[in-house]
């Protein structure tokens, strides 16, 4: 990976169970890192697999490790603002490609703008 593709800023953010005024629980996302990533839509031929496999996978994010990190599908998001506004990405996988403990890439789903 070519460190100088990591131009997004990003916050890597995990879910915890919180209560609302009411005590009911409700999910609150909490900042577990700060750093640079890259963003990569998927490509047709990517995007058509995991549309076949029943993914809803639209982005490829890749970062560096976070050492004591470890990135679980549906419990982490990443939030990426631009000058465009703030843009959140739900964690489908994590996934160490090289298994060497030096990049993740994580599939994610982007979500609807609120």
């Known amino acids: 990976m070519n460190p100088g593709l990591l131009r997004h800023p990003f916050r890597l953010e ?20 700060e750093t640079m990533a890259a963003i990569q839509p998927l490509r047709g031929s990517e995007y058509f697999l995991a549309e076949r496999e029943g993914s809803d996978t639209t982005h490829k994010v890749t970062i560096r490790a976070v050492p004591g990190v470890r990135v679980q599908p549906h419990e982490h998001r990443v939030v990426v603002t ?33």
């Not at 995990?14 to 890192?33: F, H, I, M, N, S």
């Open 14 to 33: 995990r879910k915890v169970t919180g209560q609302d005024e009411a005590g009911r629980a409700e999910p609150v996302w909490l900042p577990v890192v």
């Open 82 to 114: 631009d000058p465009a506004g703030e843009r959140v990405f739900e964690v489908q996988s994590a996934l160490d490609l090289e298994e060497r403990g030096a990049w993740l890439t994580l599939m994610c789903r982007e979500e609807a703008a609120a």
